[in-house]
């Protein structure tokens, strides 16, 4: 669990859900391992195993409906540093849960990190991080 106590109120948790979600569907294949990632990603969140199916769904109404990633990423940016990194390397590992990054995953992860204010640096080693965790 990484967050603190009095940041982790269901609404925010949906979000980076539904931001979890966006990643995982945007190259159109959202797959079972991916979702298993995102549950492990929720536990790890400190959302109990009863309440991360109805998290999930509530996060796939949420980002079936918004347009822009904005949505899910106005309370992220205000996180820590550390926080911030968890999610991306949560972000990372789903891209690369079929071993290969299109340019629609690499373009999203360009947005987040301006959105998210994460330096080119920390994202290309966040990035090289999980891609080696896979070999």
């Not at 980076?16 to 966006?22: D, F, R, S, T, Y």
């Not at 904005?70 to 990372?92: C, H, M, N, S, Y």
Request: glycine share 2%; net charge negative.
């Amino acid at each position: 669990m990484f967050f603190k106590k009095e940041e982790k109120n269901n609404n925010f948790l949906t979000k980076v859900c539904a931001l979890l979600i966006h990643a995982a569907k945007i190259d159109e294949n959202y797959t079972d391992k991916e979702e298993e990632i995102i549950k492990k990603v929720l536990n790890e969140l400190g959302i109990e195993n009863e309440n991360v199916s109805k998290t999930i769904e509530e996060a796939k109404i949420i980002e079936e409906n918004s347009n822009q990633i904005l949505d899910f990423t106005r309370e992220v940016k205000g996180l820590p540093e550390q926080d911030k990194i968890k999610i991306i390397e949560a972000l990372w590992s789903i891209i690369y849960s079929n071993k290969d990054a299109d340019i629609y995953e690499t373009n999203l992860m360009r947005r987040l990190a301006g959105l998210l204010y994460i330096d080119n640096k920390t994202m290309g080693d966040i990035k090289e991080k999980i891609k080696q965790n896979l070999e």
